[in-house]
């Protein structure tokens, strides 16, 4: 990309509006041209604007970011998508980039971070806040050291286990999921220990890579 960056902010916390405000505007060709406080907003106005770069946060009051990613993947396939948010959790960062995600920033990085990360989008990279490529870095070098997940037996689910996994393979992170169902946490992470004591295995990634190397999902 070249010429002015043309960036459209979907983020709910004011404080990260001014945050993001004043990192921009120490590039004078960085520009926000828009701004949504709800997942409503953003789908009726980010998708006619002319932006080159959506910064989307996952966390929005009235639906989930990873939905809002996968909708302007489709419509806006133009543009880059850039998740700014401060869920740390591999599912979620993987699953963002299953869905279109060009790069991956945590929140509590500084100005100079974010205008970095930008840049990197600009110059064709996919910029991931180191914490997360580390934790990326370990996830597969634990998977070269693991059976195929596609070994063993297929083991029996409670329809309450199933329902879980499937919400878990979508993004949804325990509290979430505990809303969703009308469960509580604890019984959410309950049945998740059962998912990996059933499947072998020790993380949300691997649960979700084992279900459906055994048709799970």
Do not use: W
């Not at 902010?9 to 505007?25: G, M, P, Q, T």
């Not at 520009?31 to 998708?47: E, I, W």
């Not at 869920?87 to 279109?100: K, P």
């Not at 806040?129 to 689910?157: I, T, Y």
């Amino acid at each position: 990309m070249t010429g002015t960056m043309r960036i459209y902010l979907i983020e709910d916390d004011r404080s990260i509006l001014r945050f993001v405000e004043d990192a921009l505007a120490a590039r004078s060709d960085f520009k926000l041209v828009g701004y949504s406080d709800t997942f409503a907003h953003a789908q009726r106005m980010a998708p006619h604007s002319r932006a080159d770069v959506f910064l989307v946060d996952l966390g929005l009051p009235d639906g989930r970011g990873e939905d809002m990613l996968r909708a302007l993947a489709k419509v806006r396939p133009d543009a880059e998508l850039l998740v700014f948010t401060v869920f740390g959790d591999e599912s979620r960062l993987i699953r963002a980039l299953q869905l279109g995600a060009t790069g991956y920033v945590l929140k509590g990085c500084s100005a100079e971070e974010l205008i970095e990360a930008i840049e990197q989008i600009r110059q064709g990279g996919a910029p991931i806040s180191p914490l997360l490529a580390r934790m990326l870095l370990k996830q597969f070098r634990q998977a070269e050291d693991e059976p195929d997940p596609a070994d063993g037996p297929v083991p029996v689910l409670s329809e309450r286990e199933t329902d879980v996994l499937r919400l878990v393979a979508q993004g949804y992170v325990n509290k979430e999921i505990a809303q969703r169902l009308g469960i509580g946490v604890s019984t959410v992470s309950t049945h998740i220990k059962n998912l990996y004591r059933k499947l072998a295995v020790r993380t949300r990634v691997q649960v979700v890579r084992a279900a459906q190397a055994r048709g799970l999902l």
